[in-house]
Structure formats: structure tokens, C-alpha cells
């Protein structure tokens, strides 16, 4: 047998075995997300069947990107991500801390820990949604409690408490995500580093400093993917607790999507947001690896 003959077979054979996964990736992911690219360059309005329906090229781009409520669903997107993502970071990241330096009940504290995160998205919104009931819920109760004005404790009546409460109750859900995350990288860090800097004197910042931090980079990073890249598409939340409202004010991408395929039915003008959602969720993903590259570059010259 030649030299190249084995390499070339067991390669053969690896494809092989991988085609019936690439295949079912192909019919998942890829094909329908060819069908929405194809549709976004149509016009196809189910409620106005006599309209020309057809090929109209970049025409629903054109009006996407000179609509003022599209811009205005992005930056409300985009804040959102910043700030719930940011927020689920850092208290993910003491949480995780925490959990790892416990040495009792640590399977009952992670199991409570990860109790928000098993609770269904519209389910977890609704509940909040009697918290924040002006009429019996126990935020406004506090509120009257602290003696606030009556318009205060409508929360959801107004654009900045609004989102004050949805930006909540993301982070009461998700963090949990981001903990159990933070946690496996924290659990793959050897503890003769440790051990070796409490030798040398470091101090306990110090050591998370130079060592936990600098070696969760990776885990952080795809942390910050996954919850990206979900806070991106956000829709449950908006739609449980505010509808959009008030008014559009607490209006997102995804929701507008939702607004215009499900209610409008313009499945051509639906499918070019949703391009436009993908490529916005890509964007953070390409970033976020980009960055993991520059880190492992770093570790390897260093």
C-alpha cells in the first residue's frame, strides 16, 4: 500500500460518516435561510393578493433602510443587548466566583442558581408582569411603600421603566446561562496555579487578576456568543410584558419582523429584516471570534 493511500481513505471515510449531519445542517439551517434571502427580493403581500407579486430586486431594502421605525427598532436592539448582555456578564462572573469557592450544599446553590434559567421565556415575562401590576403586584407595592408618585408605579406605561423592566427580567433569566458557563471555565483552570501564586505572595485579587480572568477569556467569549447573539432576536420578553408599547417605544427587531410577517403579511419585507437581524447576530459572533483570535495569538507569543 502506498504512503498516501491510508490518509486519503481514512479522509474519505470522514466524510463520509460527517454526510448525514452536514446533510441535516443543509435542510435546518441553510435551506431555509436561502428560501428568506430568495423572498427578501421579492413582493409578496398575502393581504393584498391583486398587488404585483415578483422580483423587485433591492426594493425592500431600500424601503427597510428609509423606514425611521426600522432604525429606531435597531437602536432599541442594540441597547438592549449592550446593556442586559453586560449586565448578565458581570453578575454571571460573581456568581460563578462564588459557586466555585463553595464547599458546602454546592450541588443544591447550582441547582438553585440554574431554577430561572429552566423557566420558559413567555412564562418567566408573565410572571414578572403581575410583580409589576400596578394593582396588586409587589414592585408598585414598594413603591407606594416609599411614598413615590402614582405615575412611578406604572411601570410599564412609560418608555424608560418599561424597558427597565424588560431589561430585568432578561437578566433574572439568563444569568444563570452565563454562570453556568463562567463556571465550566473556571473548573478547567489547574489549581497548582493557584497554589504557585499563593507561594509567591499574591493576594487573592491578584490572582484572579493574573490568572482566573486572563484564563476565562475563552469561556467568556463564547458565553458572549451564545447570549449575543439570543439577546439580538429578543422577542419574548417584549411581547409578554409591553407588546411594543407604549406606543413603539419599546419596540425590537425581531418584534417588528413579527409585526410584519405575521400581521402585515408582507412575507417579502419580513424576510428582508430577518437577513438584516442575521447578518446583525453574525456580526457579533465574527466580532467576538475575532477577538478569541487575537487572545490565542497573544497566549501563543507570549
Known sequence: MKSGQLPFREARWGYLLAAPALLVIALVALYPLGCTLWLSFQQKIIKLPWLHTGWVGLANYRELFTDTRFWQALA?????????????????????????????????????????????????AVMWLFLVNPAFGL?????????????????????????????ATDVWKNTPFMTLMLLAGLQVIPVDLYEAAALDGASR?????????????????????FRTAQAFMVFGHIYALTGGGPGTATETLAFLNYQAILNDMRFGYGSALSVVIFLGSLAFALFYLSAMGLQVKGEERS
Open 139 to 167: 414592585i408598585p407595592m414598594g413603591l407606594r411603600f416609599l411614598g413615590l408618585p402614582e405615575t412611578c408605579q406604572v411601570l410599564l406605561a412609560h418608555p424608560a421603566s418599561a424597558w427597565a423592566v424588560i431589561i
Open 205 to 225: 485579587w491578584q490572582a484572579c487578576r493574573r490568572i482566573t480572568l486572563p484564563l476565562l477569556v475563552p469561556a467568556i467569549l463564547v458565553a458572549l456568543i
Open 76 to 124: 432599541h436592539t442594540v441597547m438592549f443587548t449592550v446593556v442586559s448582555v453586560g449586565l448578565e456578564l458581570v453578575l454571571g462572573l460573581l456568581a460563578a466566583l462564588a459557586i466555585h469557592r463553595a464547599r458546602i450544599l454546592t450541588g443544591l446553590t447550582r441547582a438553585a442558581v440554574l431554577l430561572p434559567w429552566a423557566i420558559p421565556t413567555v412564562v418567566a
